[in-house]
């Protein structure tokens, strides 16, 4: 008698797909920037040893391939769940093809991709980490949320800009009224251009 194990597997409705679109835009290869996939649905492609099993789960060896394995798996993540994923640069996501290889010690668990990657941004599920039915509304308040954000950090980015800005002019007007003084360089005669 074999037992065979079965995934729980579902697409997102396209209605939802649709949403994340309009709202996150798409990457330059016209793909949508965010999605929205099932816990057992997302696999991803490493490099690794792999255990041989007899039909009665008795390991009889072991061997080194790419296989095809599921991203989302405990302890860190429920397969059982609705992920929203963001698209990131390759150069974002891997860096170069040179500084991947290198980071890896030329051993990549995952290959390079050019096109970018998808990256885990949103588990939904309640704050007690209970199943949630993925809804446009859910959908688009990730995408809001990453938005607010995005402006949030470039506003701290300015002000942290601006702040920068203000010492340097006080910097500046403390080292200028130094230099212009009556007791400096000038040895208390004033000095004027002309």
Known sequence: MTIQ???????????????????GGKNPFGEPIFRAVWGWN???LIYGKWQLADMHGNVTGEHEEWARVPLYTPPHFDPNRWYIERWRSAEDFF?????????????????????GEYDHYF??????????QLTRAIAAEAVRRFHAK????????????????????KSYD?????????TNQFQGKIHVYQ
């Not at 704050?127 to 949630?132: I, L, S, T």
């Open 5 to 23: 194990v079965l995934r729980e597997t579902h697409n997102c409705p396209q209605s939802i797909q649709d949403c994340l679109t309009a709202l």
């Open 42 to 44: 997302r696999l991803t």
């Open 95 to 115: 860096g170069s093809p040179e500084a991947w290889l290198q980071s890896a010690d030329g051993n990549p668990t995952m290959p390079f991709n050019s096109r």
């Open 123 to 132: 588990t939904v599920q309640t704050p007690g980490a209970e199943f949630v």
């Open 150 to 169: 995005c402006a949030e950090s470039r506003g701290d980015k300015q002000a942290l800009k601006n702040e920068t800005l203000h010492q340097e002019d």
């Open 174 to 182: 403390s080292y200028a009224d130094t230099v212009l003084s009556d």
